[in-house]
Every structure is written in C-alpha cells, then in structure tokens.
C-alpha cells in the first residue's frame, strides 16, 4: 500500500510535453527497482522541435513478477498533462510496496501518444483517436452513417449557439462512437494501426506476461463525469472473469458502460480491447475517468478545433490558437482542487489495485 495522505505537490502539474516527461524522468531517478526500461521514438518532433517518446518502465525486483500493475497514461495526447502528473507523483510513493513484495511488478506507460500531448490533440499525428484505433483492421470497419451530417450539424450549432451547449446533445451520441471514414472527422478511428498501436504490440512480446498470475491496467484519462471525480469504468463483459476481477477489486467504485452505470456508452476499437486479450482471465483494464466540464461542451470544443485544425493548411499549429486554449481548458483545469482531487484519487485508486493484487496466490 501506498500512503494515500503524503503531501500533494501541485507543482508536478505541467504546461508541456517536454516539462513534463523531464518531470517524469527525474522521479525515476531514485532507489527504484528497474528491471526493463524503453522508449520508443516517434517520427516526428513536438511543438518545441522536441523529440518524442512513449517511455515505458517496469518497476520489480523480479525479472518475472507474479503480480503486475500497469497505469498509462496518454492514451488522448492532450489528457497526458494531468496522466503525467499523476504518474510523477506515485513514483516515490511506490517505492514502499516494490520493496515490500518482491513478486510485484509496475509497469509505467507515460505518454503513449507523445504526439498529441505535445501538439495539444487528443488525436494522434494522422488525427487517429486511439480509442477507436483497436478493431481488426482485415475485416470490415465499423461504418458511421450519420456522422458527416451530424457533425456538420453540431458544428453549426456549436458555433452560433455556444451559450446553449445542450442544443448538440441529441448528436453526442451517434459523433462519438467513432468513424472510419473521415481522416479529417473526430473521433476517427483510423484505417489502419495508429503508431501507438504498434508500440504497445512491441510491448506485448516482453517475457515478463508471460510469468504473471494477475494483472491490473489503469488507463488514466480526464474530460468525462464530475469535475474533479475519478470514476472507474468497466468495459468488461458482464459475467466475464475480467468483469468480476473489475468487482471484486475496485466494488461500487466501479461503473459498468454495459449496464448503462458509467458517464461512457460501450464503443468500437477502444484500446480496453488490447489489453482484454493480453490479460485474458489474469486480471482486468479499467479507465480511470476525471471529468471537467458537461459532455455538450466536450463536443463542441472537439468540432471547432477540428475545423481549426483542417484549416491550417501549410501553416504550423499554434498552441495560443482560441480553439487549441479551449481544448487544453477543458481537459486540463489548471485550478488547484481540481488537481487536489486528481492525485488524491488516483492513490486511493491505486490502494486498491495494490490491495486485492496483493492478495492474489502466486502459483
């Protein structure tokens, strides 16, 4: 267990990729058991000409840990400042139950999509969403009918309305169960493995699964729910194992999108799915969700900057660009509660992983 009560540094909040990645490196450097440590470098460079990494870490003193807990965080570019923070300021509290339990293995993923964190995007370089981007790309993609036509509409209204957000509420749900057919849409799920994709493939064939009993993913994101509140979705199958692991570790914490509990609806491609079939009946994945501000808004916000985005033409992104503020406004409150409530559930959250993990038989 970590102590959930330690001293909040709110300085561990960042204003860029580079700031915090830095951040994150330097709280490596501590008396922390690495096994294995990669960085996987993107093709492209960041908005300060800054290369890019997803850098990955496993924490252990076992080459083969029975029981491994995996937080991530990145997965939407732009939700990577507060995942960043988060995994920043767990580093010294983890030090405790790595050398208390020499079966245990936690494994960081910092900023999986380097490129969005960077660029401000919650989309990757090829405007990818990665939670759209897991389907099998030889069959038939999901095909959105609606979605040119709603979206365009959303926009619209967005634009004149802005004081009436919920007037794009009947489009939410039809925009944001993704599209396969519209680089230059949101939620585009791409036609074919985003680069991110294909680090965590690579991932997958590190020896260390293979010895593990249980594994636990938290897969840190903001923009959905109450502001400041970490909710715990569970995209598991009812009555699967995964389902009852998700239960039995986090109980009423945990919100199902399958039985209508969660503030998200059940959706194609999401990254879950990747890790649903590495873990297999080993453990579970869940989301942890912090929410900001109201879904109607989250919509509108995505369509404007999109726009801004399609409009750039040859010209550079600018992170000072009113849609690209916005955005970053409305995933990333910089205000102290709402960082206060951020770290302080996410070491609860992580007790309890640590806590029914903890409890698993190593076989």
Known sequence: MINALAPLDLSLFKHSYAEARHCFLEHLNRPLPIQWQQRFEHPLLGAQDEALFCDMVLLSQSKKPRKILVIQSATHGIEGYMGSAVQSDLLPLLEVPLFAHADLGILLIHALNPWGFSWQRRGDHQNIDLNRNFVDFSQPLPHNSQYDELAATALHIWQTRKTQAQSIAPFIGTVTQGQYHNPEGIFYGGQAPSWSNGVLQQLKSQGFWQSAKHIAVLDLHTGLGPYGYGELINDHQPNSRGFESVVNTYGANACSAYLGESCSAPK????????????????????????????????????????????????????????????????????????????????????????????????
Do not use: M
């Not at 501000?293 to 509108?300: D, I, K, S, T, Y």
């Open 268 to 363: 194609n491609g999401l990254v879950d799915f990747f890790w649903h079939q590495l873990i297999g009946e080993r453990g579970h994945f869940v989301t942890v969700e912090f929410g900001t501000f109201a879904p109607e808004a989250l919509v509108g916000l995505l369509l404007e900057e999109q726009d801004y985005q399609n409009h750039l033409g040859t010209q550079t992104r600018d992170l000072d660009a009113p849609p690209v503020k916005a955005l970053l406004n409305f995933f990333y409150p910089f205000e102290p509660s709402w960082q206060q409530q951020v770290l302080l559930r996410s070491r609860q959250v992580v007790n309890l992983a640590l806590q029914n993990g903890l409890k698993k038989r190593s076989c």
